[in-house]
T-cell receptor, first 111, second 112 residues
């Protein structure tokens, strides 16, 4: 079967750095995406990795290791507005490249 | 630029009733999707369409149907609603199947 695992909740302090991990089991892996969702809002795209390594976009970075079926999202200089749920999602080439989603990690930021 | 719009924003529906959730995008994206998100969970794909005129089943298609008569619209129909279909429904679109997905604001549906 296909599955993604990520922590259900992470707590961090404003200004700090936090890493949200994601491990996956899937055939036909094509790429790993990260989305952010604020309470009551819609998911918005953050980052995408198809190849091994680090992708950086401002305060956010995402890493992928295909051999380890593992990725993470790194958030630096945390701000209160970063309080949200973060989802990893895998593109599956065996299923028309549809996204398979993790259950999400709720990031709680304390002042 | 509106992006993706969904209607209604929220709805309370009696079990057994038929309901169509509307989704329209103005980005000329080829692919569109319907997801449901239950409290505290990730998104599950209901149906998708890679291009106008074609549709496919996702992870949880039972009880739902879709059509894609044109590029912009992708309605989702619940033929006979059941309480287990209480959820938040998100429509999304992308340039292609493996491209970044852009989401509508969601429809909150309560089936009693």
């Amino acid at each position: 079967g296909q599955s993604l695992e990520q922590p259900s909740e992470v707590t961090a302090v404003e200004g700090a750095i936090v890493q949200i991990n994601c491990t996956y089991q899937t055939s036909g892996f094509y790429g790993l995406s990260w989305y952010q969702q604020h309470d009551g809002g819609a998911p918005t795209f953050l980052s995408y990795n198809a190849l091994d390594g680090l992708e950086e976009t401002g305060r956010f970075s995402s890493f992928l290791s295909r051999s380890d079926s593992y990725g993470y999202l790194l958030l630096q200089e945390l701000q209160m507005k970063d309080s949200a749920s973060y989802f990893c999602a895998v593109n599956n080439a065996d299923s028309n490249y549809q996204l398979i989603w993790g259950a999400g990690t709720k990031l709680i930021i304390k002042p | 630029i509106a992006g993706i719009t969904q209607a209604p924003t929220s709805q309370i529906l009696a079990a057994g009733r038929r309901m169509t959730l509307r989704c329209t995008q103005d980005m000329r994206h080829n692919a569109m999707y319907w997801y449901r998100q239950d409290l505290g969970l990730g998104l599950r794909l209901i149906h998708y369409s890679n291009t106008a005129g074609t549709t496919g089943k996702g992870e949880v298609p039972d009880g739902y149907s879709v059509s894609r008569a044109n590029t912009d619209d992708f309605p989702l129909t619940l033929a006979s609603a059941v309480p287990s279909q209480t959820s938040v429904y998100f429509c999304a679109s992308s340039d292609g199947p493996a491209e970044t997905q852009y989401f509508g604001p969601g429809t909150r549906l309560l089936v009693l």
